[in-house]
């Protein structure tokens, strides 16, 4: 629209006052402002904390690395120590938040919280030392999830080992109320670090204590399990790898985490949604669902059997542990060979999720231990073998090589080795012949466990278990459809994220009673008769399954179970419960090579034989015996479409298909459960042990 022209006598009437009153303005604001009376701050310019009733001092400094960057590190110091030893640990969790668990005068309620084994550490009057590994919290540098040893994976010339070398180097310089010498501990991550503290430790690294370390990310550890998927850990990644503090929180969009993973169909697209495809480590995930070279080339345990045994090391490992279940017992096997003068390799099995031995240890979920398992642990084995390589002037701990804690009867046993050679509690001296790792059979990387006798657990017709052989005449298998659109949950729904807060399922799962899975259409259980005499097993149970899809590729879940007396005395809840023992799950598609996915012949029985968790356990007479096999854990692990497609990451809705599944049982394909049963039991167990009638 065109403006028409004004009058001049019409543009002064409509800006002339506007046009005025301009300089006018102009001279207010050039006016000093008002002054006012100063009123002083109230903060100090430096504070300087009076702390001279704390019974400890705080220092935080900044540690240099040979790459010129600094790590973050928090020192506690026990007021008046002298000589006092060091006891370190490094973590991505935050230096701070690990030392600051109360605002108190007291080092107790400051170091009250995980990782600490806090009464060991105030019985000992150690230094205590807290690390931010680089990249994380208050360190600078880059940060690697499992920062992987300088090598194929990693072209910089530091890593953990590196880092943890001149961190020790600086602290022996640098705390003059130190003896000079150091121990390093920590859980599961904090755990993972112990171990590269034993490549080229440094000389002032007495003793490594590593607690349910992360050691091999895709055999049986966090991220996969055979090559099954844990999705369940993507809200760890989101977490952690986000942000250097761990701002950003991964989110709820469903109360059922069932249904959330249900919704957003695979674990890529869930990821893609929730932008875990900008973290690094996410992208590695998906890039290397298989066992390549990215996994073997990080795998510590084969790792630390590359490198000379120099330090003594306290292998500590739970029985239930629901995220680590692998690690401590692979490096044991790996390293114990090395251990020729019996000195450095101790393994302790407790009855303990993941990090419960810092904790009470009187129970796990509905199973009771008599006792409180874990402060016998800090009291009589970490607390004297600490104090034997730190303590100046310490007695020698009488600790045997394996301490393992025997469930069923509940008590803890001595051994010279694991699995035991005897069945009898042993003396600390002597290791014990070695036995020679159970023929694999032509497929070596799916057995991980070595065992003493294995006795096979025949699965037989009717839904039988037997320690007879099938026979001719017997029905030859066992069937049930697996619907990827109704997998079987892990835990009794709805479920929760994983976590450690008052109420989560997630610490107590492994233990929780199986008779809901066993009632299911698409979970196929044998069971034993009655046992009329104990049966002790230790070691790790080898599934051998001969089984058939109809699809092109699979999951198998084998879990062997202790099914109590249909009533216990005293304890109404464990009648007739279904506790697990040992259990996991294989990806099919893995069957022939861990590198290489490749598509299962439909509707052809082949064997699938891949070790379980290590068990120490005996099942009491009037119990029975149950092996449950089904194709999905979930949401824990991913779907597995049962259609072969190159990355199940990345697996469409329309490749998610029914398959029917079969457990043979015949003479020639033969599918059993090899249990390390004890020699003693072993030779004493009559043919009603296990009930061979078959039915």
């Known amino acids: 629209m065109k403006l028409k022209t004004l009058a001049p006598s019409l543009l002064l009437s409509v800006f002339g006052t506007a046009l005025f009153a301009a300089p006018a303005l102009a001279q207010t604001e050039k006016k000093p402002p008002a002054t006012y009376p100063e009123l002083p701050s109230e903060i100090p310019a430096k504070f300087t904390p009076k702390n001279d009733s704390f019974d400890h001092t705080r220092r935080e400094v900044m540690i240099p690395m040979r790459d010129g960057v600094k790590l973050h590190t928090v020192i506690l110091i026990p007021k008046g120590a002298k000589g006092a030893p060091i006891l370190l640990t490094r973590t991505p969790y935050s230096a701070d938040k690990l030392t600051t668990h109360a605002e108190s005068a007291h080092l107790g309620p400051v170091l009250n919280g995980y990782d600490h084994a806090l009464d060991v550490v105030l019985e000992g009057g150690y230094i205590r030392v807290v690390q931010d590994v680089r990249g994380k919290h208050g360190s600078e540098g880059d940060y690697i999830v499992n920062r992987p040893l300088r090598g194929p994976q990693n072209p910089t010339p530091v890593d953990h080992a590196t880092d943890t070398w001149d961190t020790i180097d600086w602290l022996v310089k640098n705390v003059p109320e130190s003896n000079g010498k150091v121990g390093i501990l920590g859980i599961s991550y904090n755990g993972f670090l112990p171990l590269m503290a034993l490549v080229d430790p440094h000389p002032a690294l007495k003793v490594s204590a590593p607690m349910n370390p992360m050691v091999d990310g895709w055999i049986g550890d966090d991220w996969f399990h055979y090559g099954a998927f844990r999705q369940i850990g993507a809200s760890w990644i989101y ?118 031995m810092i904790g009470n240890g009187s129970s796990l979920g509905a199973v009771k231990f008599g006792s409180d398992t874990a402060l016998y642990f800090r009291k009589r084995i970490l607390g004297p073998f600490l104090a034997q390589y730190l303590q100046d002037g310490a007695p020698k701990a009488d600790i045997a090589p394996v301490t393992a804690f025997e469930t069923g009867t509940n008590a803890w046993r001595r051994y010279s080795a694991w699995p035991p050679p005897s069945p009898l509690p042993l003396s600390p001296e002597g290791r014990g012949e070695q036995k020679k790792p159970l023929s694999p059979e032509g497929r070596g990387e799916g057995v991980r466990g070595k065992a003493g006798k294995m006795t096979p657990l025949y699965l037989r017709a009717g839904l039988k278990l037997s320690h007879e052989s099938p026979k001719p005449g017997d029905a030859a298998f066992e069937e049930y459809i697996s619907d990827p659109a109704k997998p079987v949950p892990f835990v009794r729904r709805p479920i929760q994220p994983m976590g450690y807060e008052e109420g989560n399922p997630w610490p107590r799962w492994l233990v929780d009673d199986q008779r809901e899975a066993s009632g299911r259409p698409d979970v196929v259980t044998f069971i034993s008769d009655k046992l009329t005499a104990p049966m002790k097993i230790a070691g790790e149970p080898i599934a051998n399954l001969v089984a058939s899809t109809s699809g092109t590729d699979a999951d198998w879940v084998v879990k062997l179970i202790d099914v109590y007396p249909d009533e216990v005395g005293g304890d109404a809840v464990m009648g007739g419960y279904q506790l697990m023992i040992a259990a996991d799950i294989f990806r099919g598609r893995y069957r022939e090579s861990f590198a290489t996915a490749k598509a299962i012949t439909p509707d052809t029985p082949l064997l699938y034989r891949f070790a379980l968790p290590t068990a120490n356990h005996v099942f009491l007479p009037g119990h029975r015996i149950m092996v449950q096999i089904q194709s999905s854990w979930f949401p824990l692990y991913d779907r597995n479409p049962q259609t072969f497609v190159p990355n199940i990451f990345w697996a469409k809705p329309g490749e998610y298909r029914k398959a029917t599944q079969r457990v043979y049982h015949a003479p020639k394909q033969s599918s059993f459960i090899e249990l390390p049963i004890t020699a003693a039991i072993a030779s004493a167990r009559a043919s009603a042990a296990v009930g061979n009638r078959s039915r």
């Not at 996410?282 to 990080?298: G, M, S, T």
């Not at 692998?326 to 060979?337: F, H, L, R, T």
């Open 239 to 356: 977490n952690q790898v986000a942000t250097r503090k761990g701002e950003a929180k991964w989110w709820r969009s469903h109360n059922d985490e069932y249904d959330m993973w249900m919704q957003a169909g695979s674990a890529g697209e869930l990821g893609r949604r929730r932008g875990l495809d900008q973290l690094g480590f996410w992208n590695k995930l998906v890039e290397h669902p298989a066992y390549d070279a990215f996994w073997r080339d990080q795998a510590v345990d084969k790792l630390l059997a590359a490198q000379p045994l120099k330090t003594p090391v306290l292998l500590v490992h739970s029985l239930w542990d629901q995220e680590d279940i692998y690690g401590a017992p692979a490096v044991y096997k790996a390293i114990e060979p090395k251990d020729t003068a019996n000195d450095k390799v101790f393994l302790v099995i407790g009855p303990w999720h993941h990090g419960q």
